[in-house]
């Protein structure tokens, strides 16, 4: 009796502090997915260091981290350089983002028309000038936080990343024990994981590079200057589920429209992000993700768009490894169920 007692009580216990833990690294997920997911891809050449220098974990463990932030940090910096030399370009030109006084003219005085109200120019522009201190100013404001939150999940991800490579197998270890489970199962679930990182990593960075390439084409073949800057921007917006490609190539397109006024390049290019560019993503994705993992085209597909409505942008990858778990445990379950019969 006193023997269950505690061992309720233990059981309580683990409920009350595993909630209380939960909430405290909630924050903190993202970051310990995305290190978990680098240990997956980068694993090879971290055994591969280990073996070849003979070194101590801890040391192959930290040329590995240092590898991965090289070949991360280092072009995305440059990139974000070119980009902004190209931002700062198209501000100091004498066009810059200013309407054509003309198109401006014209557009109000067809408002005008159609509804049979008195615009003028002054109050367009004042209302638009208010409109954008409205969108523009809280981003300024919330800004600081963003990046130092941003600065934090990068200083998590990359210990996390080095802890994992170093004491991977001895916290593997430690957790198996925990696990009521049989150890082929957790062996599995660890399989399913390494696959279905490979999978949505590789698939996302793929999807975001042929977008990038096929939006910078148009963006060239619509006459407009800043291509590399509008091409990197498609890039990582397209790494961003409901948002996508669609937010760049639709401004640029809008931009044509409105500020340089060519109706048929803004026009050319609207159909080519929506038929091509935006088009493209839900081909990639699930082929890719089916290619390199058991799920389902259609389920691969759905499991990405749930997983972002659900959980945010975490459910990119979070949705893909939920149901490539659950197809996991209904084959094993379909293990044990088909034992007996054996």
């Given at each position: 009796m006193a ?8 059981l309580g ?14 924050g903190?997920l ?5 290190a ?16 070849w ?5 801890w ?73 954008a ?23 998590v ?10 004491d ?8 198996t ?7 082929r199962?957790q ?9 279905i ?37 498609t ?11 669609a ?13 340089v006024?060519?109706t ?32 389902h085209?259609?389920?691969a597909?759905?499991?990405?768009l ?6 945010g942008p ?5 949705g893909p ?6 197809q ?14 054996r």
């Amino acid at each position: 009796m006193a023997r269950l007692i505690s061992l309720g009580v233990i059981l309580g216990l683990i409920a009350v502090f595993g909630l209380l833990s939960l909430r405290v690294l909630a924050g903190f997920l993202l970051p310990l997915l995305l290190a978990a997911m680098l240990v997956v891809i980068f694993g090879p050449l971290y055994r591969w260091l280990r073996q070849w220098l003979r070194t101590p974990d801890w040391v192959a463990a930290g040329l590995t981290t240092a590898f991965v932030l090289l070949i991360v940090l280092v072009p995305l910096v440059l990139l974000v350089i070119r980009a902004g030399g190209d931002a700062v370009a198209m501000l100091r030109s004498p066009a810059g983002l200013r309407l054509d006084p003309a198109t401006l003219d014209g557009l109000i005085a067809s408002v005008n028309d159609a509804t049979g109200l008195h615009l003028a120019a002054d109050d367009v522009n004042a209302e638009l000038r208010h409109q954008a201190e409205d969108l523009f100013g809280p981003i300024a404001t919330g800004a600081p936080v963003v990046i130092v939150k941003l600065i934090i999940g990068v200083i998590v991800m990359t210990v996390s990343l080095f802890y994992f490579l170093a004491d991977g197998p001895r916290m593997f270890a430690a957790v198996t024990r925990l696990i009521p489970l049989d150890e082929r199962y957790q062996w599995q679930l660890l399989e399913e994981f390494e696959e279905i990182s490979r999978a949505v990593v590789s698939s996302t960075l793929l999807a975001a590079i042929v977008q990038a390439v096929l939006a910078g084409f148009g963006f060239y073949v619509a006459g407009l200057e800043t291509v590399f800057l509008l091409t990197l921007l498609t890039f990582f917006t397209a790494m961003i589920p409901f948002v996508g490609a669609a937010a760049v190539w639709g401004g640029a397109s809008l931009y044509l429209l409105f500020f340089v006024k060519d109706t048929w390049a803004a026009v050319g290019l609207a159909l080519w992000g929506v038929s091509v560019v935006s088009t493209i993503d839900n081909v990639i994705k699930p082929i890719v993700l089916h290619g390199q993992s058991k799920l389902h085209p259609l389920l691969a597909l759905l499991s990405v768009l749930g997983g972002v409505g659900a959980l945010g942008p975490i459910g990119i990858f979070v949705g893909p490894i939920a149901v490539a778990f659950l197809q996991a445990a209904l084959t094993m379950l379909q293990t044990e169920l088909d034992t007996p019969a054996r």
